[in-house]
């Protein structure tokens, strides 16, 4: 059984560019959430995916944007980057929309210059 | 609006001491709860959940509806609890899932 994998572990990218972060979510889970997470912070919700639907999102805007793909592997995409969206991005899988809990992998870092 | 808080940013107790991290939520619907854990270097982990009722590696939490708590406690603390602790709330039927600030354990010797 394999956990959750993100990709890539760190980027670099200038203001005003757009970003794809992937994620493989752990076997046999249906659901992905993401987060963000700043220096010091609790991880903020972004959104989650059931079944390639969004069915939860938090505060952020437009700009971001998800996928979820048939074998329940995510995207998450970023336009028009900000300063500010330098975060660790996290991503976790769950098996029932988040009730049991979430598996998380271990983030990507995005800084923004 | 949903909201979790965790008062204390740290927390340092010495080995064998009580502990308790302390978590209250703000939420008009009916709450799930957790409490994830992220030891150095680790990713974070799933602690326990106030549906199971569960005590995991000597923890506990239990939801207290009336004073919207749902603290973290341990009779006897050690050294190898020292960690990062988020409690969150998961929103019922718009699936929001909100994480307090976090409580950093130190165990002392």
């Known amino acids: 059984e394999t956990g959750v994998t993100q990709s890539p572990t760190h980027l670099i990218k200038t203001r005003g560019q757009q970003v794809t972060l992937r994620c493989s979510s752990q076997?046999?889970?249906?659901?992905v959430s993401w987060y963000q997470q700043a220096l010091g912070q609790g991880p903020q919700f972004i959104f989650q995916y059931y079944r390639e639907e969004e069915n939860g999102r938090g505060n952020f805007p437009p700009r971001f944007s998800g996928l979820q793909f048939p074998n329940y592997s995510s995207e998450l995409n970023v336009n028009a980057l900000e300063l500010d969206d330098s975060a660790l991005y996290l991503c976790?899988?769950?098996?029932?929309?988040?009730?049991?809990?979430?598996?998380f992998g271990s983030g990507t870092r995005l800084t923004v210059v | 609006a949903q909201r979790v808080t965790q008062p204390e940013k740290l927390l340092s107790v010495f080995k064998g001491a009580p502990v308790e991290l302390k978590c209250n939520y703000s939420y008009s619907g009916s709450p799930e709860l957790f409490w994830y854990v992220q030891y150095s270097r680790q990713r974070l982990q799933l602690l326990l959940r106030?549906?199971s009722r569960e005590s995991i590696k000597g923890f506990t939490a239990d939801l207290n509806k009336g004073e919207t708590s749902f603290h973290l406690k341990k009779p006897f603390a050690q050294e190898e609890d020292s960690a990062m602790y988020y409690c969150?709330?998961?929103?019922?039927?718009?699936?929001?899932?909100?994480f307090g600030t976090g409580t950093r354990l130190k165990v002392l010797a």
């Open positions: 976790a899988s769950s098996p029932d929309r988040g009730g049991y809990g979430y598996t």
């Open positions: 969150a709330l998961l929103t019922s039927g718009t699936y929001k899932y909100i």
């Open positions: 106030h549906i």
């Open positions: 076997s046999g889970h249906n659901t």
